[in-house]
């Protein structure tokens, strides 16, 4: 079976920083795109980042400068490093991989409030 497992999810203060982890199974990890959205309440899921299976990436304006996009081949994994973050961050994030078919995993809650 296919999942996508986030986790790093958490309560930090504006200003700070979070690193979120998706683990993928059950995919050949390495011909995926893989991209993180977010879902605040109320609002429309919306893109973050994308890393392409050949390592090229893209960011959301809101994210770009910002945020960081990795992935680890070998561990399965795609990454989300968050710096200066502000509330508006808030939101749950998701994380998504698309080769032919698509997946998505649960998500993980990012709080960000002083």
């Known amino acids: 079976q296919v999942q996508l497992v986030e986790s790093g999810g958490g309560l930090v203060q504006p200003g700070g920083s979070l690193k979120l982890s998706c683990l993928a199974s059950g995919i050949t990890f390495s011909r995926y795109s893989m991209v993180w959205y977010r879902q605040a309440p109320g609002k429309q899921r919306e893109l973050v980042a994308v890393v392409t299976s050949g390592g090229s990436k893209t960011y959301a304006d809101s994210a770009k400068g910002r945020f960081t996009i990795s992935r680890d081949n070998a561990k399965n994994t795609v990454y989300l490093e968050m710096n200066s973050l502000k509330p508006e961050d808030t939101a749950v994030y998701y994380c998504?991989?698309?080769?032919?078919?698509?997946?998505w995993g649960q998500g993980t809650q990012v709080t960000v409030s002083s």
């Open positions: 998504y991989g698309k080769w032919v078919l698509e997946y």
